[in-house]
C-alpha cells in the first residue's frame, strides 16, 4: 500500500490541529481583556469578537473532518483578524495588562 498518498490528507489535519488551538487562544485572549479596551481602540465590541471568535470554534469541532473546509478556513481567518489586527490595538491601550 502506498502510504506516502496519505500524506496531505496529514498535513491538512495537522494545519487544522494547529488551527484549533489558535482559535482557543484568541477566544480566551478575548474573553480576558476589558469590555471598555475594545471602544478605546475604535473596533467591534467585546460581545462581537466573543460571539464571532467562539462560533468559529463551534464551526471547527463540527467541521473536524473537513480541515479545508471553507468553514474552517472562515474560522481561522476571523482568529487571525482578531489576533494580528485586535489584539496589538487592544495591548496598546491596556498597556500589555489584561485587566
Known amino acids: 500500500m502506498a502510504y506516502w498518498l496519505a500524506i496531505p490528507q496529514v498535513l491538512a489535519y495537522a494545519v487544522s490541529l494547529v488551527a484549533m488551538g489558535m ?21 467591534q465590541s467585546k460581545t462581537f ?21 471553507i468553514f474552517n478556513v472562515g ?15 487592544l495591548r496598546d491601550v491596556v498597556g500589555g495588562s489584561r485587566r
Open 23 to 43: 482559535k482557543v487562544f484568541a477566544l480566551a485572549d478575548a474573553a480576558a481583556r476589558r469590555g471598555d479596551a475594545y471602544s478605546a481602540t475604535d473596533n
Open 49 to 69: 469578537w466573543l460571539v464571532v471568535l467562539a462560533a468559529g470554534l463551534l464551526v471547527s469541532i463540527l467541521f473536524a473532518t473537513a480541515p479545508m473546509s
Open 75 to 89: 474560522a481561522a481567518a476571523a482568529a487571525g483578524v482578531y489576533l494580528a489586527g485586535v489584539r496589538p490595538a
